[in-house]
């Protein structure tokens, strides 16, 4: 996980004093970030990780007092609670019922890999971001503590890092059924006030994906069953015209079949 990336001057890691220095200098040594004991008018970085209250977070420099950002391992508002979870809406059928096996191609802050993983499939989650690799790995050691993943004795998700299109090479001889795909797409405008604060976050530390179509032409070569793409509304068919599509809030599900 140790390689340069461009994270200079935009990302740090914060040092606040409450337990091991350790862990904060292996982390700023992965990301090939600064480490901070405090953080003044000069630190020219606006964002930071450290861990509060046992939990990473990213936190963003003009809300420094307040909680920060971290993966949400808890159901989103309206989501079953129980496991497995009904696999109802538009999410769940764009994923199958008869689907097993899912890979998460662009994780992200990682709430559809939990959502996805809740419903009772096998899930992989792929991540190139070295923060949001990071984010994630806090969250799923956290999931993993879990009362009910302990009790039931589920696996959490398989986290890989690095580039999704070079780990499918390693995932033909036991393809998944389904390839899940949620690209950051160009904003619709250049702001939006209904735009989630995790979002413009990591659209600021990341960008977008300029190999979407790359992505998913590899997707297609080695999923089993399915490739799913999650699209903003507003945004053309990655794929073009799909086999079937699933509409949520604001965005859709894309669905394209494969012959076994």
């Known amino acids: 996980m140790h ?26 040594e992965c990301l090939s970030v600064p480490l901070y004991k405090s953080v003044d008018a000069q630190t020219p970085e606006m964002f930071f990780l450290a861990w509060r209250d046992g939990v990473l977070r990213l936190i963003d420099r003009e809300l420094l007092k307040k909680g ?14 129980s496991w497995p979870a009904p696999k109802q809406g538009a999410l769940a ?25 809740r419903m009772g499939y096998t899930v992989t989650c792929i991540e190139r971001s070295p923060v ?13 503590q879990l009362d009910w993943v302990q009790r039931l004795e589920l ?20 393809p998944p059924d389904c390839i899940y795909l949620d690209p950051m797409f160009p904003p619709k405008r250049k702001k939006s ?24 032409a590899a997707a297609m070569a080695t999923a089993k069953k399915r490739v799913v793409v999650k699209s903003p509304d507003y945004a053309d068919a ?8 699933y509409q949520g ?12």
Request: charged share 25%; proline share 5%.
């Open 93 to 117: 059928q764009a994923i199958g019922r008869k689907t097993q096996t899912v890979v998460d191609a662009t994780t992200g802050w990682g709430q559809d890999s939990l959502a996805i993983y």
């Open 132 to 144: 949001m690799a990071a984010l994630l790995a806090d969250g799923f050691k956290r999931l993993a």
């Open 238 to 245: 990655l794929g073009g015209k799909p086999d079937a599509s």
């Open 155 to 174: 696996p959490v998700p398989r986290l890989l890092f690095g580039n999704a299109i070079e780990h499918f090479a390693a995932l033909k001889d036991q």
């Open 249 to 260: 809030k604001l965005l859709r599900y894309d669905v394209y079949l494969l012959s076994e």
């Open 3 to 28: 390689q340069p990336q461009p994270y200079i001057g935009k990302l740090a890691v914060l040092y606040e004093g409450k337990d091991s220095l350790l862990p904060y200098e292996q982390l700023a």
């Open 193 to 216: 006030a209904l735009a989630k604060k995790s979002m413009v976050v990591l659209r600021d530390l990341l960008g977008d994906d300029t190999d979407r179509e790359q992505l998913f």
């Open 68 to 81: 920060g950002l971290m993966v949400e391992i808890d159901p989103r508002n309206g989501e079953q609670r």
